[in-house]
């Protein structure tokens, strides 16, 4: 199976990257976890993305925040799908992050996921795999079913409390 980059731009990103390393490790998907900033160490970055396809990488996930560069830097340099993790910061919650990782040119995709959505970028990036991987697609079906069921659940007992 293709291996995952959960790559961030410092470790103070790590608490909320944690979800979508915690999300792989959940579905035994292969991952590598690094940090690369696209402005303190921009050699390192471009390198990691320039070999990832090589390296046997099939798709990359980059948490960033503020001036949140690294997604659009990383894409830049390969072809693999990107997937960019806007990362909440104190000064402006996160808006700084969403739009400096959305609004790519075109022909430079990021896909980017909600500010701190890290679970979410794990299962786009176990998505991507699944296109050809039938035993990870079902995997990814049988996630929806127990999401599902607790939803279920959770109805059936605020319906107890209050439809009498
Ligand atoms: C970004 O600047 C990082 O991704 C992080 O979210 C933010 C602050 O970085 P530190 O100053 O905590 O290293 O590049």
């Not at 998907?29 to 396809?53: D, G, W």
């Not at 996930?61 to 894409?75: E, F, S």
């Not at 069921?149 to 007992?157: F, G, H, N, T, Y």
Request: proline share 4%; charged share 20%; glycine share 6%.
């Amino acid at each position: 199976m293709k291996k995952v980059a959960v790559i961030m731009g410092s470790d103070s990103d790590l608490p909320v990257v944690q979800k979508a390393i915690d999300t792989l490790s959940s579905f035994g998907v292969p991952y590598e976890v690094h940090v690369y900033s696209a402005h303190r160490t921009p050699e390192q970055a471009k390198n990691f993305s320039e070999n990832a396809r090589k390296n046997g990488f099939g798709a990359i996930i980059c948490a960033a925040g503020m001036a949140a560069h690294l997604a659009g830097a990383v894409a830049a340099n390969t072809t693999l799908p990107v997937v960019g993790i806007p990362i909440q910061s104190r000064q402006i919650g996160g808006m700084d992050a969403l739009l400096s990782t959305v609004q790519m040119p075109s022909g430079i995709p990021v896909a980017t996921v909600a500010i701190d959505g890290a679970a979410n970028a794990a299962l786009l990036c176990i998505q991507i795999l699944a296109v050809e991987d039938a035993a990870l697609a079902e995997k990814l079906d049988a996630k929806r079913a127990a999401d599902a069921a607790k939803v279920l659940e959770k109805d059936r007992s605020i319906a107890e409390q209050w439809n009498r």
